[in-house]
């Protein structure tokens, strides 16, 4: 139990672009939902905490414009990079909680290339 | 803020060897700790945590325990198997956050 899915598993796009990636619940009801971004030998940094049929909340330092979280299902998260440049390039990490417990579930990442 | 410190990797290590990989953290308040481990191509899965001073956590041969005084939780495990090769993260929790040290990479060789 408890799977968390990510989809695309890697995105090559163009600079300039928009990327979409998705993060579901499989088998549990998420009510909140966490985005991290990892750089290569580095630790996952956390971007947004969002709370279904919330906005999301930003980390300081996270461009909210650039970066675009929908949580409109309880088993669904989106994170939108619009407007992708190469610095954007890097793995893209979400993870779920759900009701009564303070686990999160993590999904096995995204990895984004932008050219 | 809030930080933790693991030790770098690489790690590598013969089957059945001892294994410690450090990890240190500075907070304000009195967090819970947690090791999570990534499988190849995997997400994290959360590999065994503590809530309060002198917890042992365990979980399939793990142990760490949440030593206060040196502000530690290293990992240790008595005899380590191929299949442990993985990415290990060391992580407090404070406020529902999850902050994470860079993660440490074991690999074993048989």
């Known amino acids: 139990g408890a799977v968390v899915s990510q989809h695309p598993s890697w995105v090559i796009c163009k600079s300039g672009t928009s990327v979409k990636i998705e993060c579901r619940s499989l088998d549990f009801q998420a009510t909140t939902m966490f985005w991290y971004r990892q750089f290569p030998k580095q630790s996952l940094m956390l971007m947004a905490t969002s709370n279904e049929g919330s906005k999301a909340t930003y980390e300081q330092g996270v461009e909210k414009d650039k970066f675009l979280i929908n949580h409109a299902s309880l088993t669904l998260s989106t994170l939108t990079v619009t407007s992708a440049h190469p610095e954007d390039s890097s793995f893209y990490i979400c993870?779920?909680?759900?009701?009564?417990?303070?686990?999160?579930?993590f999904g096995p990442g995204t990895r984004l290339t932008v050219l | 803020g809030d930080s933790v410190t693991q030790m770098e990797g690489p790690v590598t290590l013969s089957e059945e060897a001892f294994l410690t990989i450090n990890c240190t953290y500075t907070a304000t308040g009195y967090p819970s700790l947690f090791w999570y481990v990534q499988y190849p191509g995997e997400g994290l899965q959360l590999l065994l945590k503590a809530t309060k001073a002198d917890d042992k956590g365990s979980n399939k041969g793990f142990e760490a325990t949440y030593r206060k005084e040196t502000t530690s939780f290293h990992l240790e495990k008595g005899s380590v198997q191929v299949s442990d090769s993985a990415v290990y993260f060391c992580?407090?929790?404070?406020?529902?956050?999850?902050?994470f040290g860079q993660g440490t990479e074991l690999s074993v060789k048989p």
């Open positions: 992580a407090l929790t404070e406020g529902g956050k999850l902050i």
């Open positions: 993870s779920a909680k759900g009701t009564g417990t303070n686990e999160q579930f």
